[in-house]
């Protein structure tokens, strides 16, 4: 039986193995403190080895685990032990270089931390439901570039979650007065 490639996290860490942005698609891990203790094995696990220049892969619990660090970021794409490595791997790349593009190449805690708005549209952009809708980073970047610009559109030309983040942040901005 021929299935979509689906995809049970994406995690970014940082060099502790803390939390900086993740997204899960699966329900393989119910509470918070599972999905936690599964970042911080998969993190324990991948630490001591050196996936700076290319992408490794490793299983574990079985889930084939396919990461990538960059200076005090670790980011990592999980996907169930039948799916393929080439398609996880891809993923990784269009999210790691989509950062980079987005970050203007300064791909840092520091940096990830100040752009988490745009680093968690990013994860939206690229897997909706545990599928793939996209990895060229460049198409992810400039769709995640424009959804930032277009916050004075008027209403009518926005998207339901642009309006709604629209009026969430004049609300914010009413109560702050």
Same mark, same amino acid.
């Given at each position: 039986m !021929?299935?979509?490639?689906s995809i049970?996290?994406?995690?970014l860490?940082?060099s502790e193995?803390?939390r &900086?942005?993740?997204?899960?698609?699966?329900?393989?891990w119910?509470?918070? *403190?599972?999905?936690?203790? @599964?970042?911080?094995a998969? #993190?324990t696990?991948?630490?001591?080895?050196?996936?700076?220049?290319?992408?490794e892969?490793?299983?574990f619990?079985?889930?084939?685990?396919v990461?990538? #660090?960059?200076? +005090?970021?670790h @980011? #990592?794409v999980t996907?169930g032990d039948n799916?393929? !490595?080439?398609?996880l791997?891809?993923v990784?790349?269009g999210f #790691?270089?989509a &950062?980079?593009v987005?970050?203007?190449g300064?791909?840092?805690?520091?940096?990830?931390? !100040?752009?988490? +708005?745009?680093?968690?549209?990013c994860l939206?952009? $690229?897997v909706?439901g545990?599928i793939?809708l996209e990895?060229d *980073?460049n &198409? $992810?970047?400039?769709? &995640? =570039?424009s959804?930032? $610009?277009? =916050?004075? =559109?008027?209403l009518? !030309?926005q998207t339901?979650s642009?309006?709604?983040?629209?009026a969430r942040e004049?609300?914010?901005?009413s109560?702050?007065?």
């Amino acid at each position: 039986m !021929e299935s979509c490639p689906s995809i049970k996290n994406i995690l970014l860490l940082d060099s502790e193995g803390k939390r &900086v942005a993740v997204k899960y698609y699966s329900e393989d891990w119910p509470t918070n *403190s599972a999905k936690e203790s @599964f970042e911080k094995a998969v #993190f324990t696990k991948t630490q001591k080895t050196n996936a700076r220049t290319e992408a490794e892969i490793a299983m574990f619990e079985n889930t084939i685990v396919v990461y990538k #660090f960059v200076q +005090d970021l670790h @980011f #990592f794409v999980t996907g169930g032990d039948n799916e393929n !490595e080439l398609i996880l791997s891809t993923v990784l790349q269009g999210f #790691f270089d989509a &950062v980079g593009v987005l970050l203007r190449g300064n791909v840092d805690k520091k940096e990830a931390l !100040e752009n988490l +708005d745009l680093i968690l549209l990013c994860l939206d952009e $690229i897997v909706d439901g545990g599928i793939v809708l996209e990895t060229d *980073s460049n &198409v $992810i970047a400039s769709k &995640v =570039a424009s959804h930032s $610009i277009d =916050a004075g =559109a008027p209403l009518s !030309e926005q998207t339901i979650s642009q309006a709604l983040a629209t009026a969430r942040e004049h609300l914010a901005r009413s109560l702050l007065k």
